[in-house]
């Protein structure tokens, strides 16, 4: 049974950093594309980051490159999206996605002074 678990979310000041966790179970997170996805009140769910299985290769939405990294832990089945810089227009919850399926239950992300 494919689970993700995110983690990490809450309310941080214009320019302040988060992390973000998706722990996985039922499948391994090493040979999958995992997939970092947002949605914004009244806004589309956009695709946010992306990292392939095996090599590990990694995509970013234009508006998040250079201060976004998605990454994983191979022994913990875990993916993480590490977000510096914060904007205001960050703010959304975000959710972990693989196989284009299955879905976490998010994690709300508010960026504000």
């Known amino acids: 049974q494919v689970q993700l678990v995110e983690s990490g979310g809450g309310l941080v000041q214009p320019g302040g950093s988060l992390r973000l966790s998706c722990t996985a179970s039922?499948?391994?997170?090493?040979?999958?594309?995992m997939r970092w996805y947002r949605q914004a009140p009244g806004k589309e769910r956009e695709l946010v980051a992306a990292?392939?299985?095996?090599?590990?290769?990694?995509t970013y939405t234009n508006s998040v490159k250079g201060r976004f990294t998605i990454s994983r832990d191979d022994a913990k089945n875990t993916v993480y999206l590490q977000m510096n810089s914060l904007k205001p227009d960050d703010t959304a919850v975000y959710y972990c996605?693989?196989?284009?399926?299955?879905w976490g239950q998010g994690t709300q992300v508010t960026v504000s002074s």
């Open positions: 990292i392939t299985g095996a090599i590990g290769s990694t």
């Open positions: 996605n693989v196989y284009n399926e299955y």
């Open positions: 039922g499948f391994i997170v090493r040979y999958s594309t």
